[in-house]
């Protein structure tokens, strides 16, 4: 229950998808945990889950605009978080889970003519044919919940999952399956409701040969723009589309590497401009 530019809940389990031809995050200690083996056969084996964890004070006057204001949430959504006195005032983690690879394939196109326009951005989630996305996705919320409620460190400190009851949105599911356990259908559920991104879009302007048949690529292996002098991208949307999240320190790598470029034709354009000194 979002609006078209909503991003990620603020509650525990916040689940995101990592690459849209868009990407994902990191904030503070990290696992990488495969829980099934990667369908892509074409890939190199990676990890299809990325779970962390960030400390989060819970205070409804932040929660609220936090997730209205920066997220995109709706208010009623947003509020169901908020207004709950169990949970206020009370030290807290938010334990979110990422699909590191996802299949589902977004866009992103020019709303009109106008350069300076927003552009119209749809990271299609879950649209994957297969349901891959959602599958594995219900699986990282299990283990993150999981190590939030049934690790040693976390039992010592007496640390329990709080979701909204009911979570907005999924009122005709049950929290509870059978045998006091909750159900796939019902985190199915709540990662519908409660997925976004973490705005490290990448994919749009993938690097490649540029040559005749090849469709898809903007940049070369010097990250410069196809056919035009002088014009260079520097950013995730340089990635490939099958990139593993998170992209934040491929994106710095990047830097340096547009850094080196630039250095090293600004030297050999100063050597060749430099007169011949016989001694």
């Not at 749809?122 to 999981?146: C, T, W």
């Not at 400190?157 to 009851?165: M, R, Y």
Request: overall charge negative; some cysteine.
């Amino acid at each position: 229950d979002r609006d078209v530019t909503g991003v990620q809940t603020c509650a525990l389990p916040i689940s995101n998808i990592s690459r849209s031809r868009a990407s994902a995050s990191v904030i503070e200690d990290s696992n990488l945990i495969d829980p099934r083996q990667n369908d892509d056969l074409e890939a190199e084996p990676a990890p299809d889950i990325h779970t962390y964890v960030v400390t989060a004070p819970i205070d409804p006057y932040l929660i609220e605009p936090l997730l209205v204001g920066s997220l995109g949430f709706k208010k009623p959504f947003a509020a169901a978080f908020a207004g709950r006195p169990e949970i206020i005032g009370r030290e807290a983690f938010v334990q979110l889970v990422n699909v590191a690879k996802p299949f589902s394939v977004g866009t992103v196109t020019l709303r009109d003519a106008d350069p300076l326009s927003p552009p119209l951005i749809d990271p299609k989630y879950f649209s994957d044919s297969d349901g891959l996305d959602l599958a594995r996705l219900v699986e990282g919320i299990k283990f993150g919940v999981q190590a939030a409620e049934e690790t040693t460190a976390m039992r010592g400190i007496g640390a329990k999952l709080s979701l909204p009851e009911p979570f907005p949105g999924c009122e005709g599911h049950a929290a509870e399956g059978g045998g006091g356990q909750r159900s796939d259908e019902f985190w199915a559920c709540v990662a519908r409701q409660s997925t976004g991104t973490a705005y490290k879009y990448g994919g749009t302007a993938p690097m490649g040969s540029g040559v005749a048949g090849d469709g898809v690529s903007v940049v070369d292996s010097r990250l410069k723009v196809h056919g035009v002098r002088g014009l260079r991208v520097v950013d995730g949307s340089v990635l490939q589309e099958r990139h593993v999240s998170v992209n934040m320190v491929t994106c710095a790598a990047l830097g340096e590497l547009a850094a080196d470029f630039l250095l090293e034709e600004h030297q050999h354009r100063h050597a060749e401009e430099r007169p011949n000194v016989i001694s």
